[in-house]
């Protein structure tokens, strides 16, 4: 078995290896079957897919597990296996931490590792266009390099740990609503500039093994059958090396999914009309339809991802839980959820709850219980503390059941103010929980919007009326603090009458420990935020999409018209349009104050820097996000972009300078004719701030014309 030999390359091996297999055992490669219920293989671990080993050639079993939030265990029906339920998406994203996305990746690769997967279905890179997208908590928030890099390093992260990741949905599923059918319609240009750039930067980072086709169309188009973006983009121009596989339900066709550069078809018994890459592909291919070589290319990228992540070499070793290795997960997942919460709104500095604070109130949210998390596939039921610390929430099935992960605010916040009364109301009665507010010195509510996959939101409003909740306990209280565990942006109609609003997002299994340090002052917010939080859908760009939620009054439309803001996606949208969100991109409070200056940028060939001071002038520790933008050329359709940025702690008057590369391409126009980047000829202006809306100093770079690539 020369391809065993570590030594040679992936490509070598995985060559080797083809030359080896019959017809057969090519074919048995192609394919996932469904590892849940009937369905699933006798041998095969309960989990998303399963393709059988070959062991005349050494060719390991793959094990597919969901997914990107932390190692799913469906029904708990591999007793005892748990994992880490990491904080959603945009809280990882709101870090702005290389460091944190790569250990929330290795943490969620180690333990599906551990339980004897090899395969996680993890890098959700998709943009967040719109605040009602009901999957916007597997993402990373609205701008490529942002969303690219962090989702590129916990990729990376995954996959040190010989576990192959995956890099998904490929591309433009950007909302839930109609997704197996509706067709995402966006210009080449725009396209590449937006949603194309993020992954091709998680790409660039992460390397990963695989890369998940989407359900929609794209211009007409299905993901998995899209030549253009399948063939041309991803495997030529971007010089990808791996395989294409298929979402669950994603395949449609043999000859034509496979000539468009789809490489293995996910549970197609289960979820397609047919498997379509067993005997109809096997026809396709004995008639010449697809070409032998085009098999043979299939089954070769997909060992050599396996092979290049080490699956080969180090296979997953299925072993019993390890109290040291859970405690490890949940230090990360309590540090991201810390570092990732994002304080919106301090007045009168609130927060940090001082020692003089004697009766709290703690109003809402299932905060005695636990805290909120998303739905649908990625959804960790089952951790070393238990499944759903609220059983019996609806809906109790897909893309249920609601999940709140048991870690209680109440409990963590009596430990973390032991000087204090807590006491709780759990906010159904608003006189009830108005009284409560009125005897204490402080009432916090906590506020919850589930969201989940398959489903997108029907607004941006909280549910169940806790807005009036909120008015209640205000009116009874003003010393009130909000913290808010949501999918993303919500309209905040009493955001001025509340002092403190701390937007948690769904913080994971140790949320509630780190809400409480958060609220202390143990721990000091440094989250800023992914996403523009507009004051209310009328700023969005589509304020009305028909199909919305469940059981909606309009029927879904068959085509979502992404060109109405193409490129300038989220705050270059707010940008475009010259309006004022409620909360900017990049923005975050912090119980301390940065001032940044002295900002100069250069151009020595091919890099671009920018250097600049950043000071402490508070009396906290704190960490600074200092950000960097470019104003494009006058008259360019995009006026600014994220370029670079940088996360540093400080102490309290401490200074330093900062250098932070900035990103080539953001500098760049996408052109289609050449399938190239341009950097116009021209001067540019850098702007140095701590949001895209907050801007401390500007400094121009004059750049002649060239071409990326």
């Excluded at 475009?576 to 940044?596: E, V």
Aim: glycine residues 10%; contains cysteine; proline residues 8%.
């Amino acid at each position: 078995m020369p391809w065993m030999d570590p030594d040679k390359s992936p490509d070598a091996r995985a060559a080797l290896l083809v030359a080896a297999m019959t017809q057969d055992e090519k074919f048995q490669l192609l394919r996932s079957r469904f590892a849940i219920g009937e369905h699933k293989p006798a041998e095969a671990l309960t989990a998303a897919g399963y393709v059988a080993p070959i062991p005349r050639l050494g060719i390991p079993s793959q094990g597919l597990v969901d997914a990107g939030l932390g190692v799913t265990n469906p029904g708990g029906a591999r007793e005892g296996d748990h994992a880490t339920a990491m904080p959603s998406g945009p809280a990882t994203a709101s870090t702005w931490s290389r460091e944190v996305a790569f250990l929330g990746g290795q943490t969620m690769g180690r333990e599906a590792w551990r339980q004897g997967f090899n395969v996680l279905l993890a890098g959700s890179v998709n943009l967040q266009r719109d605040p009602r997208n009901g999957r916007n908590f597997e993402y990373a928030g609205e701008d490529p390099l942002l969303a690219g890099t962090l989702v590129g390093e916990s990729i990376r992260g995954v996959q040190s740990q010989h576990v192959l990741s995956t890099m998904k949905h490929y591309a433009l599923n950007d909302m839930e609503t109609h997704r197996n059918f509706h067709s995402a319609q966006i210009g080449d240009r725009a396209m590449h500039e937006s949603d194309l750039l993020a992954f091709r930067i998680a790409l660039e980072i992460g390397e990963p093994g695989s890369v998940m086709c989407s359900y929609n169309r794209i211009n007409g188009v299905y993901g998995c059958e899209h030549d253009e973006l399948l063939n041309n983009v991803l495997k030529r121009d971007w010089k990808y090396p791996g395989y294409v596989m298929s979402d669950w339900g994603g395949v449609h066709s043999a000859s034509k999914a496979a000539l468009a550069g789809l490489d293995q078809q996910s549970a197609g018994e289960v979820f397609d009309k047919a498997v379509y890459f067993d005997r109809p592909l096997r026809m396709a291919v004995d008639a010449g339809v697809v070409p032998q070589a085009r098999l043979d290319d299939m089954a070769h990228r997909i060992l050599r991802s396996l092979i290049a992540v080490g699956a080969f070499d180090h296979p997953p070793q299925r072993q019993p839980p390890d109290a040291d290795l859970d405690a490890a997960g949940f230090a990360v997942a309590q540090r991201t959820a810390e570092e990732g919460a994002v304080l919106l709104r301090n007045a009168g500095e609130l927060l940090p709850l001082g020692a003089d604070v004697r009766r709290i109130a703690v109003i809402g949210g299932h905060a005695d219980r636990g805290v909120i998390a998303g739905g649908g596939s990625s959804m960790v039921g089952w951790t070393s503390r238990g499944p759903n610390a609220v059983p019996g929430v609806k809906p109790t099935t897909w893309p249920g059941p609601v999940m709140f992960q048991p870690s209680s605010p109440l409990l963590a916040l009596r430990e973390a103010a032991p000087q204090a009364r807590v006491d709780y109301a759990d906010g159904s009665d608003r006189a009830a929980a108005a009284r409560l507010a009125r005897e204490a010195d402080v009432a916090i509510v906590f506020a919850t919007q589930w969201s989940a996959e398959s489903v997108d939101l029907p607004d941006m409003h909280l549910p169940d009326g806790q807005d009036a909740l909120i008015e209640a306990v205000v009116a009874a209280n003003p010393r009130t603090v909000v913290v808010l565990q949501t999918n993303g942006p919500v309209t905040l109609p009493w955001a001025d009458r509340v002092p403190a609003i701390l937007q948690a997002w769904y913080p994971g299994i140790r949320g509630g420990e780190a809400i409480a340090r958060l609220l202390t002052g143990a721990a000091n917010p440094s989250g800023r935020l992914p996403v523009t939080w507009p004051v209310d859908v009328a700023q969005l760009p589509r304020p009305h999409v028909p199909g919305l939620g469940f059981n909606p009054p309009q029927k879904p439309e068959d085509a979502i018209d992404y060109d109405i803001e193409g490129a300038n996606v989220g705050y270059r949208w707010f940008a475009a349009k010259d309006l004022t969100p409620r909360y900017a991109f990049g923005y975050g409070l912090s119980y301390t104050q940065f001032a940044l200056s002295d900002l100069t940028v250069h151009a020595d060939g091919d890099r671009l820097t920018a250097r600049f001071e950043v000071r402490n002038t508070g009396a906290r520790a704190g960490a600074a996000v200092p950000q960097l933008y470019v104003h494009l050329p006058e008259d360019h359709p995009t006026p600014l972009r994220l370029a670079g940025w940088d996360k540093l702690e400080l102490q309290p008057g401490e200074s330093r300078q900062v250098e932070v590369a900035l990103a080539p391409r953001l500098f760049a126009d996408y052109d289609p004719t050449t399938r190239s980047w341009r950097i116009p000829a021209g001067r540019y202006r850098v702007a140095l701030g701590q949001s895209a809306a907050e801007i401390a100093e500007t400094a121009t770079l004059d750049l002649p014309e060239r071409t990326l690539d």
